[in-house]
C-alpha cells in the first residue's frame, strides 16, 4: 500500500469522526427546514460522516502536490491560512449571537472559508507580497544595511568558469553569493554527462564550488528559492533576479543579453577581465615568449599574461624565443584584445 493511499485513507478517518461530532447541528437545521423527508438523527449521522469521509479522502489526494510545490509557495499558504483563521476566529463570537442553527454551523464555515481563501489569496499573490514587504523595508532608516546585505546570483557557467574563486580571494565581491538549487543540479548534471570533456568541466565547477564554500572572503549560500513555470536555468535565474532585485554573475552572452533586456543587472566575468588588462599604448616595448606562427607569411604570435594575443610582424624566426618588441598597433574586437608589434632591434 502507497504512502498517498495511507495518507488518504487517515485524511477520510479524520474528516469522518469530524462529521460525526459536527451532525447533531446538520440535524438540527435539517429537522427544522426538510422535516418532511423525516430523517432520524443517525441517519444524519451516517450521511454526515461518509461526505465529510470523501471530502477527506479527495482533499488530503492534494497533498502530493506539496512535492511540486516550492518553500517560498508553502511558507506563503501557511502565512495566508494563519490570517484566515485568525479572521474566521475574530468572526466566531459575533457569528454565535444568531439563531439556530446558524450559530453552530457559520463559525465552522467562517473556519474553512477564511482558512482557504487566506492561503489561496497568499499563494497566488505571493511575489506581489514580497515585493511590498522589500519595498516598505528599502524605505526604513537602517545602518544596518551594508554590503553583507547584499546577494548576488551566480549561474552555472560563472562556476565552470573558475575564475570567481580567485575573484572572491580578493575581496572585492563584497556580497553573498547566493547559489540556487537549480544551479547545483544542472552542475552535477554536466560532472555526470557521458562527454568527457562536459563532464571534467562539471567536475571543476564541482571543485570551484568547495573552494568558495571554504573561503574566509566570501559567503556561500546554497538556495532553494525557484519559480514555478519555468524550465530553463536562464530563464529562472532572470526572474529571480528580477524578484529579489540582485545581479548575475556569469560569462554567459546569451544570458547577458536576456538579463539585460528585463532590467536585471549583471556582473559578467569577461567584462572584468577585460577592465583589468593592463594598458599598453603604441610605441612602449615589451618583453614576449613567441610560440607559434602566424596567419600571415613571417608572422610570429605570443600572448601576455592575461591571455592578450600579440601579432609579431617577421617573428616567425624567432619562435620558441623571448624577444623585445615594440608596439605598433592595438586593435580591439568583439572577441577581445589584439596587439600588433615588431622586433625592437629592427
Request: glycine content about 8%; aromatic content about 6%; charged content about 20%.
Amino acid at each position: 500500500m502507497s504512502a498517498i493511499l495511507i495518507s488518504r485513507i487517515i485524511g477520510a478517518v479524520v474528516l469522518g469522526i469530524i462529521g460525526v461530532f459536527t451532525s447533531l447541528p446538520i440535524y438540527n437545521f435539517v429537522q427544522q427546514y426538510v422535516d418532511v423527508l423525516s430523517l432520524s438523527q443517525g441517519v444524519v449521522t451516517g450521511l454526515t460522516a461518509v461526505i465529510f469521509a470523501t471530502l477527506g479522502f479527495l482533499i488530503t489526494g492534494l497533498m502530493k502536490l506539496f512535492k511540486k510545490s516550492s518553500a517560498q509557495s508553502l511558507m506563503s499558504g501557511l502565512i495566508g491560512m494563519t490570517i484566515g483563521l485568525v479572521i474566521a476566529a475574530i468572526m466566531a463570537y459575533p457569528l454565535s449571537l444568531l439563531p439556530k442553527p446558524f450559530s453552530q454551523i457559520l463559525p465552522l464555515v467562517g473556519l474553512l472559508l477564511f482558512g482557504y481563501l487566506g492561503a489561496l489569496l497568499f499563494v497566488t499573490r505571493r511575489e506581489d507580497f514580497i515585493n511590498l514587504i522589500k519595498n516598505m523595508s528599502s524605505k526604513m532608516p537602517s545602518r544596518a544595511k551594508g554590503e553583507s546585505e547584499r546577494r548576488i546570483l551566480v549561474d552555472t557557467s560563472a562556476i565552470i568558469d573558475g575564475r570567481i574563486a580567485d575573484i572572491a580571494k580578493t575581496g572585492f565581491l563584497g556580497a553573498t553569493l547566493v547559489i540556487p538549487r537549480f544551479v547545483l543540479n544542472e552542475l552535477q548534471f554536466v560532472s555526470d554527462s557521458a562527454d568527457s570533456l562536459r563532464r571534467q568541466r562539471g567536475r571543476r565547477g564541482l571543485d570551484v564550488l568547495g573552494e568558495l564554500q571554504e573561503s574566509k572572503e566570501v559567503n556561500v549560500v546554497i538556495s532553494d528559492i525557484d519559480v514555478e513555470g519555468v524550465r530553463e536555468v536562464d530563464d529562472r535565474l532572470v526572474l529571480l533576479g528580477r524578484q529579489l532585485s540582485c545581479p548575475i554573475l556569469t560569462n554567459d552572452f546569451n544570458l547577458n543579453r536576456v538579463a539585460e533586456l528585463q532590467g536585471v543587472k549583471v556582473l559578467n566575468i569577461n567584462d572584468l577581465a577585460n577592465a583589468v588588462k593592463v594598458i599598453i599604448l603604441p610605441g612602449e616595448s615589451l618583453e614576449i615568449a613567441v610560440i607559434q606562427e602566424g596567419k600571415e607569411y613571417n608572422q610570429g604570435v605570443g600572448y601576455l599574461d592575461d591571455g592578450t594575443m600579440v601579432v609579431i610582424e617577421n617573428g616567425h624566426h624567432y619562435i620558441d624565443k623571448h624577444i623585445n618588441v615594440t608596439v605598433t598597433k592595438i586593435l580591439q574586437t568583439s572577441a577581445g584584445r589584439m596587439i600588433f608589434a615588431k622586433p625592437t632591434h629592427e
